[in-house]
């Protein structure tokens, strides 16, 4: 159990450190295009963005310049990634506990199923209203269903462990 531990303990640093990672991408790309500052060069008849890494001009992210596509489409991404992300660390903080199966640990597993079921599905539907998706976002959408799915079955073997163990402190 104790290299479950480490790796969780490894993989929950991660993950956090990429949801930090994305949520600073969201408002480094938030505040680049509403301040329309120098990072940021419009081309295209300016239909496209490219937002440069800080005080670089190394190309960073790319986009269409359309209100639509840059508040349903392309900031969304990121702070759904940042909270998918921190939610994964919450999954790992699970296996990092000395005692696996609590009520928290549980809660974790179900809120981190249904943001996965739910979330990227309401998300690809409101991207077909606007426009079609491409076949990329159908098959992240197909792995987050997936995902989901499997930790539903996990939160379900969590929840028969924690009724079990909560049935066992009641003997002793």
């Known amino acids: 159990?104790?290299?479950v531990k480490l790796t969780a303990k490894v993989l929950l640093h991660l993950s956090r450190l990429l949801a930090f990672i994305y949520f600073i991408t969201f408002v480094y790309a938030l505040l680049s295009l509403e301040s329309k500052s120098a990072s940021v060069?419009?081309?295209?008849a300016n239909r496209q963005f490219i937002i440069y890494l800080p005080f670089t001009h190394i190309p960073f992210l790319l986009?269409?310049?359309n209100p639509v596509y840059i508040w349903i489409e392309f900031l969304p991404l990121f702070i759904l990634y940042a909270l998918f992300f921190l939610l994964l660390s919450y999954v790992f903080d699970v296996f990092t506990q000395d005692r696996l199966f609590t009520h928290k640990g549980?809660?974790?597993l179900r809120v981190f199923y249904l943001a996965n079921l739910t979330v990227p599905v309401i998300m690809l539907f409101l991207t077909e209203l606007l426009n079609e998706a491409s076949f990329d976002a159908w098959g992240i959408v197909g792995l987050h269903l997936l995902l989901g799915i499997f930790i539903f079955f996990m939160a379900a073997i969590f929840k028969q462990g924690l009724?079990?163990?909560d049935e066992q402190d009641l003997i002793f």
């Not at 060069?41 to 295209?44: K, P, R």
């Open 1 to 3: 159990m104790t290299s």
């Open 41 to 44: 060069l419009l081309h295209d």
């Open 63 to 65: 986009g269409f310049y």
């Open 106 to 108: 549980y809660n974790y």
């Open 163 to 165: 009724n079990l163990q």
